[in-house]
């Protein structure tokens, strides 16, 4: 008797670990320390973290709903842009979110060298020239494994969640269980002297709340990877809410042990300090070496990701051809190499800029905001005009209709609560972007702009310049 073949498939338990594990990120080492030196203090970090929990919970329930009604939209998430708001819009949405990618890995080494710095002083903060040096090696180190057709394995990505998750589960449990929670500090942490008005305090956390659920929508692939569709939506529900729950947590047991004054001071990854100001120097090691350990295996994830997102927009059209180019070992070589090239280059910055990780992945979490809203405003209008969607229920409908909404609204306070600096630097890269798509329409004897789109470039191009002037003359400084 032939035995069958063993199912592949994941259960609600295989379901809920997967998105906790692609969510989740460095972030949660370094948010409650950003935020509390952009001034927000625990009510508004709570909130903060509330408003998060809802808006990036509905983004992900659209990207699952568009992945349901929409199943022929295969291309990524810039797909819905371009599906719903045309070629130009799409390109950005694309653009956007490389972008993205690639500085999620530049913030990334700066955060790895920033733990290393604890263990070897030489490394500082992560933002010096030795860091940056060393930093660059990996960066073509890398290149060279994945221009080899080298692919992230399962078990890598096992590692790096285990040394994230197991950490925090025990910064979380010590600290209330020897006492370190001083609930007179967490009160006096509450809501500030009143020098800054909650609401600006509230929008102080938008950034790193972003950061932390930058991935999410990766959560799109389980649907196909369920033993039971039933359970796709409960695992959404309950992998999103834990995650949730252990961004807080960090929060809360933080804050009942610094001040946010304190914290605001402290360098990264703040948690390793705060936890040593708990428990003594083998907190500080023990996070910072789960940061190390996490990072190096999340970078060769992220460098895969970051080229693969240019490689796949240039495959179907949106990216120039140079892009799409594969090499002897069938990998996309010049898209990882472009990539990198743009990695090394802000790599730079840092170095000159005296730059910290902080200022990189607000950048970055700032170019994926425009995708995520333009995602959740095709769901929009696909839930409004039933797109799709025929013979789905009426209660079914009215559960995307309110999930599309409330994305939309979050999607619109990500972009405004950011700021208006951040806003005029992310014109810069999508200005820069459009000679991209310019040459890629040439490419393709196709016109550059339709007219309106025509308009959407220039205004996106006299930003970009009015952002540079404002740089260059001191005004502003995102770095």
């Given amino acids: 008797m032939e035995s069958k073949p063993k199912s592949n498939k994941l259960g609600l338990g295989g379901l ?38 809802i808006g990036m919970y509905t ?11 929409k199943p022929e939209l295969k291309n990524g998430i810039y797909s819905y842009a371009q599906a719903g708001f045309g070629e130009f819009i799409g390109f950005n949405s694309a653009w956007g979110y490389w972008m993205s990618a690639l500085i999620c890995n530049v913030s990334f080494i700066t955060l790895l060298f920033g733990a290393l710095g604890y263990f070897f002083p030489v490394f500082g903060e992560g933002n010096n020239l030795i860091s940056i040096i060393c930093g660059s090696v990996i960066v073509w180190l890398l290149t060279a494994l994945v221009c080899k057709g080298v692919k ?14 197991i950490p925090i589960l025990i910064f979380i449990v010590m600290i209330p ?9 967490f009160m006096d942490n509450f809501w500030g002297n009143g020098d800054i008005p909650l609401g600006n305090q509230i929008m102080a956390t938008t950034s790193s709340t972003v950061w932390a659920f930058i991935g999410v929508e990766g959560a799109v692939v389980l649907s196909g990877r369920a033993k039971k569709t039933s359970d796709v939506g409960k695992a959404s529900l309950i992998g999103f809410t834990s995650l949730l729950a252990l961004y807080v947590l960090v929060a809360v047991m933080s804050m009942g042990i610094m001040t946010t004054e304190e914290m605001a001071e402290l360098k990264n990854p703040q948690l390793a300090q705060i936890f040593e100001a708990a428990v003594g120097p083998w907190g500080a090691t023990m996070i910072n070496i789960a940061v190390i350990l996490s990072l190096t295996v999340a970078l060769l994830g992220w460098t895969i990701l970051a080229a693969e997102c240019a490689f796949e927009a240039a495959k179907q059209g949106v990216f120039t051809k140079t892009f799409a180019k594969v090499n002897k070992n069938d990998a996309p070589a010049n898209a990882t190499i472009i990539t990198n090239a743009l990695v090394q280059f802000f790599l730079l910055v840092i170095l000159f800029n005296e730059s910290s990780y902080f200022a990189f992945y607000t950048i970055g979490s700032s170019m994926i905001m425009l995708p995520y809203l333009l995602s959740a405003l095709y769901y929009e209008k696909v839930t409004r005009h039933r797109d799709g969607m025929q013979g789905v229920s009426n209660g079914e409908h009215l559960k995307g209709r309110i999930f599309a ?24 890269l999508y200005g820069v972007g459009i000679l991209v798509y310019v040459k890629g329409r040439r490419e393709k004897g196709l016109p550059a702009f339709r007219p309106f789109e025509r308009n959407i470039a220039i205004v996106i191009v006299l930003l970009g310049i009015l952002s540079i002037i404002l740089m260059a003359t001191g005004v502003i400084n995102p770095f």
């Avoid at 972030?27 to 203090?41: K, L, Q, R």
């Avoid at 269980?177 to 500090?185: H, P, S, W, Y």
């Avoid at 409330?406 to 405004?416: A, H, K, L, P, R």
Wanted: proline share 0%; hydrophobic share 55%.
């Fill in 152 to 165: 992230s394995a399962a078990f890598l990505t096992t590692i790096g969640t285990i040394c994230k998750i």
């Fill in 177 to 185: 269980l020897i006492g370190a929670f001083d609930t007179d500090v």
């Fill in 16 to 53: 809920i670990a997967m998105i906790i594990g692609s969510t989740i990120g460095g972030g949660i080492f370094t948010t409650v320390g950003d935020m509390s030196a952009n001034g927000a203090y625990t009510g508004a970090i709570l909130i903060g973290w509330g408003i998060a929990g």
């Fill in 59 to 69: 983004l992900m329930m659209a990207f699952f709903g568009l992945n349901k009604y």
């Fill in 405 to 428: 909404i409330i994305g939309s609204i979050y999607g619109i306070w990500m972009i405004v609560s950011s700021g208006l600096v951040q806003f005029l630097i992310t014109t810069i």
